[in-house]
């Protein structure tokens, strides 16, 4: 995918997250099904993850390639970071604990969709001063996929917001 599609894919599926989470009454917002995470701890879960890589994409590319280096690999396409993705959850990929959420109130549903929506716009933004090739070129590391290129790291935020978007989909299924 180009900068362009990768925009519109980010900015797309995050707000049907968004516009989900809107969708829900305080009792499904906050309804657990065994270990499973709420919506709520979904939403919190995706802010979380996405400001990190906004801070990245805001560094200056020199600092990015002096601390992480430049990617020593083909490229990922979409599909193939997905199938990567999946293996390394299926095999039992969790998140690291400073990027599981406590437990998220009712009240702050809607600053964290605000957030999120804020935290796009930005990450969009700053995209705007890499090229396609530093996309390809910088790299910087994932806690369950290794290192990645900023593509790939986009790549991964595209799918990522979906997952957890089924995922407390399927949670309610439950109630």
């Known amino acids: 995918m180009y900068q362009d599609q990768i925009k519109t894919e980010l900015q797309d599926r995050h707000q049907a997250f968004i516009n989900f989470i ?12 065994q270990e499973k995470w709420t ?13 990190p890589l906004v801070a990245v994409f805001g560094l200056d ?14 490229g990922l396409s979409y599909d193939q970071l997905l199938t990567y ?8 990929g969790k998140a690291p604990a400073n990027y599981v959420p406590d437990v998220i109130l009712f009240e702050r549903r809607e600053s964290l969709c605000q957030n ?5 716009v930005d990450l969009c933004l700053k995209m705007d001063n890499y090229s396609e090739a530093d996309l390809d070129r910088y790299c910087i590391p994932h806690p369950l996929l290794g290192m990645l290129s900023l593509r790939e790291m986009l790549y ?4 990522h917001v ?5 995922a407390a989909i399927q949670n309610l299924q439950y109630r």
């Open 22 to 33: 809107n969708g829900l009454n305080e009792d499904t917002f906050n309804f657990k099904f």
């Open 85 to 92: 993705y999946l293996e390394k959850f299926t095999a039992g």
């Open 116 to 120: 999120l929506t804020e935290l796009i």
């Open 156 to 159: 991964n935020a595209i799918y």
């Open 61 to 74: 590319k020199l600092l990015i390639e002096q601390k992480f280096g430049k990617l020593d690999r083909e």
């Open 162 to 166: 979906e997952h957890h978007h089924k």
């Open 39 to 51: 919506a709520g701890q979904q939403l919190a879960h995706i802010v979380m993850c996405i400001k």
